[in-house]
């Protein structure tokens, strides 16, 4: 059974930083393209951040650049989300999102083409 399982997310003070882990089971996360996605309470669903499957080309939603960055563990299966200097209005669930094998469709700030989904992670921002 193909499965994404997030973690890492949790209460944190403005100005802080989280990591965000995305692990895959029962596929090899290296041949997918990962998105991230968020969901804030009342809000829409927004892209975030995806990772290519090869090369591991990344883009980022414009307002979160140099704050938020993904990267892949291929050695560990999981695609991370590292976020700093976070505000409140990063506050939401945070979802892990694949794409493939050989998913090519990350583009902008997420995946168009999604596959499979996490489960989700709450994060809060708030002092």
């Known amino acids: 059974q193909l499965q994404l399982v997030e973690s890492g997310g949790g209460l944190v003070q403005p100005g802080g930083s989280l990591r965000l882990s995305c692990a895959a089971s029962g596929f090899t996360l290296d041949y997918y393209a990962i998105g991230w996605f968020r969901q804030a309470p009342g809000k829409e669903r927004e892209g975030v951040s995806c990772?290519?499957?090869?090369?591991?080309?990344?883009n980022y939603e414009d307002s979160l650049k140099g704050r938020f960055t993904i990267s892949r563990d291929n050695a560990k299966n999981t695609v991370y989300l590292q976020m700093n200097s976070l505000q409140p209005e990063d506050t939401a669930i945070y979802y892990c999102s694949a794409e493939g094998p050989y998913g090519n469709s990350c583009h902008d700030d997420r995946l168009y083409e999604v596959d499979y989904w996490g489960q989700g992670t709450p994060v809060t921002v708030s002092s």
């Open positions: 990772i290519s499957s090869s090369p591991s080309r990344t």
